[in-house]
């Protein structure tokens, strides 16, 4: 994930003309020799085995957070400290208590933040956004969306840190994530749920070859309130046989609906109830610079863009926010809230029973 | 529907070769001069404005309802209790209660049962329970599945029947049946439930165009667990803008993937992760002669059937039920433990907690 | 087929109210046994050995054809000549000779015709007729089409009497036929092609295990000029290896354009150039009331036909025709049109450069 | 088209170790001071307003070629004869004489060369390639494919150099040969062709906005024949309402099939005929790992590749062919049989009979 970062501030800069035009300064690993060897091949100009000199360095405007979950914590709030902005890869934090010092600190500091919810800068969600904002579906009745993949299908899927609980394991808070803050984006806050977390394989190889004992969730499944009145359904499953990036909802609305799958990332699915029942249907758009994002990376419709190029609109974002322009980072209270969601799910769960979001 | 039941019995006739072949011999419509026009068309020999005088008519072996809801219990008691087979349209009953009266008197008759759980009867359906319980798939982890259509989507959609509670109404009864009834057909008994209900269009305009209180579900969402220890979520609603016939659903397991809208009907998408990972992903499989039902309609895949066919094949499950044969028909007892879930995800929503199904 | 077409005429009966309703009267069989069983089976009142009694017998008024493609022309022509209106399965004879024939023996005596060209009754490519007549996607520009199976692609799929030239063999005249009848009814006549025949399996195993060889096409390409200025190419398969029912095409137009394949004969895809680019794309049509014929089978959109209803859909056409009604019916001369193309196609493969058809 | 090389070039940079690392040097425009600003945004370190200085240029030793159709030949020969490697944009030349010349300078002089078919270098159609010639789907029968897009469509869509056929014009040869390309890549030489080209607006919009008459193709079709036996149509329509990258195309064998558009462009559809009748079908494999040049990218299947990263791949190729390592590159023999194919197709037009190619 660092080095997909790199690119992309690298990208962000020969694709946008920005002012001022970043640069890759400093890069830390604990391992001070693959710091130098990834400064090398990625282009920053120096490197240190000790991120502590990041956040305190003069010459660092913005501090990158690419590390295990644990880290976020320590990294984000040494560098908001120091009086940089922190663009950090989600989840936000390993616990529901560091995420919020996360938000107080940067809110205190007045510093802007940004947090790797890559999916939400991609042009189609922009015009779902768009669609949704400007009535053109109605009010929203629904919103029923997955993330499901097969990474952790197989029973000899090894054990890794994202089994860890204390690394905030598990499908709902690794992919959970994902359709959580897609719901809270178009849709906006949830404010009650009802929620059910499984674990299928409960032991799995480690490493070593021996079985380890596995208390995280293989998939998640609740049913939500949203505070505007719409109901939904959202789950999260790494054991999804066969879908690689099953990212993908349906929005309702009293006039038309939405549908996605990031698996055809650059397709929206429309439904407008105004028109001819004779030819009234779900139409396929196709990204094309009509839609917010997408102008910057190719000249006409079809082309596609990849998920690097998604991470580079997310780049950009942060940049635009730390020269203080207007910005689509999806900032730390963003963030926040969606690991409020998938906290109250897991209390659900736990309570058998309906759960408020704060 | 009664006309679709009277060209599935004349299809059915064609179709298959079957001793007894069906006769249509005698039609009752409270409307006495509705019945003799009704049987001059569809074919009936006999018609009555009475339907007491069609149950017990010395000639008739199987009675078929297919009246308002209301009409179900008692019409299919006095049959049972006449000695005559029923074939009854879903919801089974109105209640819970009568529909558990008419699952006693038909077990105590030791007579046969069919409920109209059309889509079950879909070859495609037949595949994809063949694949589960193979265990092609592995063991099922998850089902996710949505009954969404949009005919009351408008909240200019007439209050009608359906919008009756004391009539079976609501989504949740009239669509969310079928979801339930697939996920139970394909992954077993679901033992707990935490739904919730919603009603978006608290009004709809009466015949007579004055505004009528709405007091049934526009929409329903569930998370469910399943007795095998499969997790899964179950949506209906009738307000889906753009959805014609939205029965869809994922089966996952850690094998392999089921996939499947009713939208087309004659695909099923199939993955099995035991494939190389160059060329693996989803298999769309068109019916055809190999799938159980398909052959007896077209000889070579590619035709397809319609919906009228998946009726013929459910009349042909009750009439080998009726000869004795080995037969589909889904029957009472299955239609009552349909009713019991939907009945569960009412009290759940009510209790705003996890409830156990029976 | 014969199967195919005593259903059709069951299921018309029941699902039209036809005046006068048809009458399965007398079927017709070389082997008088098989003929009676069959007419048990099926509903005739009457069965014979021989043909000729059949298109004399004073109680007939439509008689059917479903023979061999060499017994067309002599059944015909006889019906034609007692005064009988005709049903025939295409193609409409094994040699162009012969069609010619029963178009002029028919129009002298001004008797109704049909032949089985079925997929040019889908509801959905009726809409396709109406939107492209319309001008609704504006003039039309291209047809591109084809219609791919792949029951003969394996080298040993045996040889039978689709494989003799004889009896208007090769996958051109036996799926050929299918787009080009959609091309003709769609975009209007066709007066130059140049094509391409291929033969890939030059030997096939006979019933008896010799090999045989094969003097007809597998395949078949040709790019095609219609009269209306429009382009197009046409393609026939019976070796697309994968395709089950492959009559698939794109009808391109100055102002939008339309795609369709049989393997989803329920939709229609529709772009319409006039919208916002931002939202604009092909739409989804789902079959429903709207589209001519539909509603006769199911009440609402997403119900869905197979293909036995199209059936039904051409058989009510002809029973129109021989009432004298308005009618869909695609007589002898459409379809020896269809022939001619056919042949034209054959010619310009033979001399190796474009040939205007007739 | 020059921003998207240059682009292409800093991404090879970041994405793959190569030695030597390129350097984006010198800059060319006719205009100096775009040059000078060119340079400044795309980060090359000089710039110039002469092509001829490049072409010359001691630090020089790859050019690329992203100018009007007719600079290509007068810049490649230069550069060639000044021993440098060149990487030209598609066509080849504006000529097929040109074309022919810088064929045989590039092989004269023994330098590495590379051309814009920046479609042949998606993964999927790497895979499509691998399993074709590994004879999964046994022998290939036929090809037959389009590229439509409908930038033209409309007839108000003004005249530009892509309408001058001096400039290398039309659909054949803007789109067309992207189409010619992928047959020739997938299934070998072509050498026969039977083509038809059409112009549907024959005035357009000048920028003045006087009308001013057209002399170039707005689609072409052709029905073609490949040297291993297979056989073809061919399509290319700048007017095809509705699609935006339709560069589709299906390639069907004795055991198996392929199919493919580039509006999905991460996905390929694959058919194999060994398995079991009752679960086969198409395969939809989603681009991963397991793909050839994927892995770079993203490390896992589902996230996906935009346009921009398969120039990145075509860049690779083309150091790679530079550095003398293996490569991909599409060189300009490649590119020349390309136009000759093309060439052919407009001479069979013109004559109105079968051409063979070469």
């Not at 802007?112 to 991609?122: E, S």
């Not at 904002?133 to 993330?147: D, K, L, N, P, Q």
Request: include cysteine.
């Amino acid at each position: 994930m660092g080095r997909a970062h790199a690119r992309a501030f690298l990208s962000a800069r020969s694709v946008y003309v920005l002012s001022p035009a970043p640069v890759l300064d400093l890069i830390a690993d604990q391992d001070a020799e693959q710091a130098a060897a990834a400064a090398a091949v990625l282009g920053f100009a120096r490197s240190t085995g000790d991120w502590r000199r990041v956040v305190v360095d003069p010459d660092v405007d913005l501090v990158a957070i690419a590390t295990p979950n644990l880290l976020h914590a320590p990294i984000a709030l040494a560098a908001l400290q120091a009086g940089k902005a922190v663009y950090c890869e989600k989840p936000l934090a390993a616990t529901l208590e560091d995420a919020t010092a996360m938000v107080a600190a940067s809110e205190a500091a007045g510093l802007p933040t940004g947090v790797g919810f890559t999916y939400l800068h991609n042009p189609m969600i922009g015009l779902a956004r768009e669609i949704i904002a400007s009535g053109e579906i109605g009010e929203v009745t629904a919103f029923r969306g997955a993330h499901a993949e097969d990474f952790m299908a197989a029973a000899s899927a090894p054990f890794n840190w994202r089994c860890e609980p204390e690394n905030a394991g598990g499908a709902l808070a690794d992919l959970g994530s994902h359709i959580i803050a897609m719901a809270r984006y178009l849709v906006g806050p949830i404010d009650a749920v009802s929620g059910r977390l499984s674990t299928v394989h409960r032991r799995r190889p480690s490493a070593g070859g021996a079985l380890r004992d596995v208390h995280v969730d293989d998939q998640a499944d609740a049913v939500v309130g949203f505070a505007c009145g719409a109901t939904g359904t959202l789950s999260a499953s790494w054991i999804a046989s066969g879908w690689k990036m099953g990212l993908s909802f349906q929005v309702t609305g009293t006039k038309g609906s939405i549908a996605f799958t990031q698996e055809r990332l650059n397709e929206l699915q429309l439904f407008s109830s105004g028109g001819a029942a004779r030819t009234s249907g779900f139409t396929t758009i196709l990204a094309g610079p009509e839609h917010p994002g997408y102008g910057a990376f190719c000249p006409a419709a079809g082309h596609q863009l990849g998920y690097n190029e998604l991470k580079t609109i997310e780049v950009e974002a942060m940049l635009d926010a730390l020269a203080g322009r207007p910005s689509a980072s999806k900032d730390f209270r963003f963030a926040l809230e969606v690991e409020q969601i998938a906290d109250a799910i897991r209390r659900s769960h736990r309570d058998q029973r309906w759960v408020a979001v704060r």
